[in-house]
């Protein structure tokens, strides 16, 4: 099956000398989770909702006072539209990115993510749990904790999601990098993590097929399910998870 194919051909791009507000306001709005920054009509950098989250968590609110190329990533790696999609499913996982641009003689012509791997793990025959795909070593954090806090934990560990925990260690929501950004956009100040994060977010058993897994990501328009056994937080499934099985799938 070839990229093109199955890649999104809405791509939202912007220039380096953009504003980081202008950037934010954009991806708040923009499910992929990342915009194309372009020059001269060629694309040359990416940013992305962790690329913010981490800039945040350095710059706080003075974030607002840099641009588009101050944060955006600058060793683009991209695709062609004729590449097959298992070869790039694996170029995003070596290299830890959840899109890659599709350029087609210098001109992008959609953007793959982890959301359309997700949308072919749905439509897959395929059997396995999600006890065999899950993120079992979570980083989590406390109810009380700041939103700028819940960047700085995400940026340490590389994470883009966190279970947001009760005092008394109930899990009671989850934050996203997403929510950051939706946040960012609307708020200047710096409030706790469930003023932006998810309250009673949607769980799952162990033994939920990965199959069904991708299709209530899908339905619910989230990218991230916690795993529960016996009322207690046991793993998290991600779509970056589901892009390991799509491998094993194909």
Known sequence: MKVLDVANPVVITVF????????????????????????????????STRDVVASFSEYGTNIYDLKVKDIMSKDLITVSPNDDVNHVVRIMLMNNIGGIPVVDNNAIVGIFTE????????????????????????????????????????????????????????????????????YLAKNKNIGKVLDAGTKNPITISRYYSILNAAKLMIEKRIGTLPVMENQKLVGIVTERDLMYAYINIV
């Open 16 to 47: 380096p000398e953009s504003s980081l507000k202008e950037a934010i306001d954009i991806l708040s709005n923009n499910p992929t989770g990342r915009i194309v920054v372009l020059k001269e009509e060629k694309p040359i950098g990416m940013v």
């Open 115 to 182: 959301r359309e791997v997700l949308k072919l793990v749905a439509s897959s025959m395929f059997s396995g749990l999600v006890d065999s795909v899950m993120s079992s070593n979570i980083v989590s954090i406390g109810e009380e904790n700041t939103i700028l806090e819940a960047a700085k934990l995400m940026a340490m560990n590389n994470v883009r999601r966190l279970p947001v925990f009760s005092k008394d260690n109930k899990l009671i929501g989850i934050i996203t990098a997403a929510d950051i950004v939706k």
